[in-house]
């Protein structure tokens, strides 16, 4: 995703924009099993539309205005960072002409050992290679299948289910990455964070892990600005709005954008002072989101454009865990997670201007989740559920998906890495390894990269 997934990207467009990422994860209440219903005709979750917010003519949200919400810290303040020049994935018009170029065709290889680890995990047969119909022999060879961006799970309402995933007892990264972040924040702040240097996290992230580097940094007598990004105001302000209470002394700022809107952001417009650090953080496991070779790629952007000689980067990265540990983090047993997929089919009929379940009715799709220990991922999937045509219009152009039944979509990889795939990705971005905090149970790891 540049701005599309990294595994299907297109021709015609850039590979890479964000993945599990762009996540709101507040301390709110975890939900309870009656918030999620086991009913293949819903995702069991709904919440109230946003309140709507402001932004200045000069995209400076500053001023954001919410009916509800307390006035805005002096020592914050939210940009509007969205690229004029270049059509970005956080516009709705052109998400809307990505999606249906990218259900027009069949770019995303379905391996044929996921096929046989879906059968193996979920009971179920893979799709012929040559009419993709369902109840035949698994395929001996790899096939192609559609996708979607995986941008549209991260709606509003996907980030608030996405904020229950972590708090789902099965999802273990989440409070992993937490309690590194709870042990190592001092050393982590002592270390790598500079006075009057700047933290950039791409992606709201954690608040609750968050935290405790700022409040390490706090004690330290240490100042610094601090940078989020998010693809939504209202998440930037709820987000940040708090931490700016908490802690006065550091400067918040939220970048309203994609990727690689902030990182053109931070080459054109973010100064530094002579001898300060530069600490950037890549958290939630989202570098998971991207191939092993965006991954590399996105890294060696963030060195050229984001970093100088002894700046560093901190990234989450979940290991190549038991396939079983691994796939009930994916596929939780109050489908918390599956909730989360299936809203991006609700998303998608919006952005097509369709009503609820008109075009993508949830009760003919199903969530497909299964881990391929092969190739160290997790892959999701849309799994149609019978033969069914969709006609949508964008841009006055007429589209027709014509899909069969068991016909797969892709939506997400969740990519594991071992030892060697972090040497890999070194060699690969240009980044140097520095240093590895390991959570108690060591299935996750924080890694520090320097340049």
Same mark, same amino acid.
């Given at each position: 995703?540049? +701005? ?20 709101? %994860? ?66 709705? &018009? ?17 391996? #044929? ?20 119909? #369902? ?5 001996? +060879? ?73 409040? #390490? ?10 940078? &989020? ?11 940040? +709005?708090?931490? #700016? ?30 001898? &300060? ?31 100088? %000689? ?11 865990? %038991? ?129």
């Amino acid at each position: 995703m540049q +701005q599309l997934h990294p595994s299907i990207h297109s021709k015609d467009h850039p590979s890479f924009t964000d993945p599990m990422h762009l996540l709101k %994860d507040h301390d709110s209440d975890p939900p309870s099993d009656s918030d999620y219903s086991s009913s293949a005709s819903d995702s069991g979750f709904s919440s109230s539309s946003p309140p709507t917010l402001q932004l200045s003519d000069h995209g400076d949200a500053s001023t954001l205005s919410e009916s509800n919400s307390e006035p805005i810290p002096s020592n914050m303040r939210v940009l509007d960072i969205r690229s004029k020049t270049v059509e970005s994935m956080a516009d709705s &018009a052109h998400l809307a002409r990505v999606v249906a170029q990218t259900l027009s065709t069949r770019e995303t290889v379905f391996p #044929a050992s996921s096929a046989r680890f879906d059968a193996e995990q979920n009971g179920k047969r893979a799709f012929n290679n040559d009419n993709n119909t #369902a109840g035949v022999s698994i395929p001996i +060879q790899d096939v192609l299948v559609r996708s979607i961006p995986t941008l549209v799970l991260y709606d509003d309402n996907g980030l608030d289910i996405f904020n229950d995933i972590t708090h789902v007892d099965e999802y273990y990264v989440t409070n992993a990455e937490m309690q590194i972040f709870k042990d190592k924040s001092n050393e982590i702040a002592q270390t790598h964070v500079g006075n009057n240097g700047v933290l950039i996290e791409l992606g709201v992230g954690s608040m609750r892990k968050t935290r405790y580097l700022l409040d #390490a940094i706090v004690s330290q007598n240490k100042s610094v600005t601090y940078y &989020a990004l998010d693809l939504s105001a209202q998440s930037l302000t709820q987000s940040l +709005q708090p931490l #700016a209470h908490q802690f006065p002394s550091i400067k918040f700022v939220g970048l309203l954008g994609t990727y690689d809107d902030s990182l053109l952001y931070i080459k054109d417009h973010l100064s530094r002072d002579t001898g &300060a650090t530069r600490t950037l953080l890549w958290l939630g496991t989202s570098i998971g989101n991207t191939t092993r070779k965006e991954a590399a790629e996105f890294l060696e952007r963030v060195k050229n454009l984001a970093m100088q %000689d002894g700046d560093v980067l901190l990234c989450g990265i979940d290991r190549r865990n %038991d396939a079983s540990v691994v796939k009930a983090a994916y596929d939780d047993p109050k489908g918390v997670t599956r909730a989360f997929i299936l809203n991006g089919l609700r998303h998608v009929e919006r952005i097509f201007g369709g009503e609820r379940d008109e075009l993508l009715p949830l009760s003919k799709f199903e969530y497909v989740s299964l881990y391929n220990a092969d190739l160290g991922r997790h892959e999701a999937y849309y799994r149609s559920l019978e033969k069914q045509r969709i006609e949508v219009d964008v841009d006055n152009v007429a589209h027709v998906f014509e899909f069969e039944e068991g016909e797969l979509i892709f939506i997400e990889y969740s990519i594991k890495y071992d030892a060697d795939d972090i040497r890999q990705l070194m060699d690969q971005s240009g980044l140097r390894w520095a240093k590895e905090w390991l959570d108690q149970t060591e299935r996750y790891s924080l890694h520090c990269f320097a340049k």
